[in-house]
């Protein structure tokens, strides 16, 4: 017994009979047998079968034709003609008219068993695809970040909502109305060429490059775009997002110049300098240390600091830095140079970021100014520094 039920729709009650004894016998339920095409569609709402079975030349005002089209446009739900005869004329008609097929006078039942079965699973398949499509539909729209749709020569289909608010648009019929092209948004030509062989490729992933918003201000966008593997009715061949990376790219340039700022500062100074991260990993050097550590700034970066420093740099298990970890203080320590011999002061300040939060600290080794009495020697109870092979 199948759980899908079957409208029927046939003016003729010897044939209307047949029909639903077969139904039946092929295990659907009747919702109904009607008489006209008018009753149908006032009805087709009330009953909701799974399909209909429509004779086509009815009694009444309206044909089967007439009729299945309405249902069509309606409800979507699949109809099968029966007719006698199907002449050009007709055949024109039922082509346009959204039926699965159409059974000839007189009814065999292997034929039904067949027509309803496939137009059955026809109506499934759609079902799902519409359902998946629905659910797309939805996810493109609540997005917070901008998603576009292409056609297969790269003009825009479709922007969600995010798309319009990102380049400055009141709508997304705004944005649709001005935005025709995704390569034309792009503040420099090279940018707009990445682009266009990215269609060629059918793929673009994580690109970085300002484009121009509605007012002709820039906005930094990362920018993805994947190639559909079929394109659909609306001819969409490409779907792609456009994220404003705008706030993290000005972070990065005021990041880039704040530290270049401090590496001419350091740089100016002939302490030896280096700041470094919690892990006491190296951010940046300065060229006094880097000439006595006998490595370039370049290199030095994301090295630990007793990898790269000379002997009086890296106290090890007596570094000020241990304390500034645990209070968020600055500290100092004296030392003595195991290559020179001279005093020292190993001194950490506290790094922080432009939000204020504690990303590292500014380590300093500096000389004490020496007297011509002052002798350092073996027994002096300065902490030396462990020395660095």
């Not at 079957?6 to 009650?13: A, G």
């Not at 470094?276 to 970066?301: F, K």
Request: with cysteine; aromatic share 6%; net charge negative.
């Amino acid at each position: 017994m199948h759980s899908e039920s079957i409208l029927i729709v046939e003016d003729d009650p010897t044939n209307a009979l047949i029909l639903e004894q077969f139904v039946k016998k092929l295990g659907y339920n009747v919702n109904a047998v009607i008489a006209t095409g008018e009753e149908s569609i006032a009805r087709i709402n009330e009953l909701q079968p799974n399909l209909v079975l429509m004779d086509i030349n009815l009694a009444g005002a309206i044909d089967g034709i007439v009729a299945a089209s309405t249902i069509h446009q309606l409800s979507n739900i699949p109809v099968i003609y029966i007719t006698a005869t199907m002449g050009d004329a007709t055949m024109d008609r039922v082509k346009t008219s959204g039926a699965r097929g159409f059974i000839q006078k007189p009814v065999r039942l292997f034929d039904l068993q067949i027509q309803i079965e496939l137009a059955l699973y026809s109506a499934r398949l759609e079902q799902r695809l519409r359902a998946s499509e629905e659910k797309h539909r939805s996810m493109f729209e609540q997005a917070v970040i901008g998603m576009f749709t292409l056609t297969a020569d790269g003009h825009v289909s479709d922007v969600n909502k995010a798309f319009a608010t990102m380049l400055g648009y009141a709508s997304q019929r705004e944005a649709r109305q001005y935005v025709q092209r995704i390569d034309a948004l792009f503040y420099e030509e090279k940018d707009a060429d990445v682009f266009r062989e990215s269609l060629a490729q059918g793929e673009l992933h994580n690109f970085e490059a300002p484009v121009l918003g509605k007012d002709g201000n820039v906005v930094w966008a990362s920018i993805h775009l994947q190639s559909l593997n079929n394109s659909n009715e609306a001819g969409i061949r490409f779907e792609g997002s456009m994220l404003d990376i705008t706030a993290r790219r000005e972070a990065e340039e005021l990041s880039a110049r704040y530290m270049e700022l401090l590496k001419r500062t350091i740089n100016s100074m002939t302490s030896q300098i280096a700041v470094l991260d919690l892990d006491r990993n190296i951010i940046l050097i300065n060229d006094a240390l880097a000439q006595i550590a006998s490595i370039s700034p370049e290199e030095a970066v994301g090295k630990q600091c007793h990898e790269v420093s000379p002997g009086n740099f890296c106290l090890q298990d007596c570094c000020p830095m241990t304390e500034l970890l645990k209070d968020g203080c600055a500290h100092k320590r004296e030392t003595v140079d195991l290559r020179t011999g001279k005093r020292c002061l190993t001194s950490v300040s506290p790094f922080y970021d432009q939000s204020n939060e504690l990303i590292g600290c500014v380590h300093v080794v500096s000389e004490f100014p020496q007297t011509p009495t002052q002798t350092i020697n073996g027994n002096d109870e300065l902490p030396s520094a462990p020395k660095i092979s």
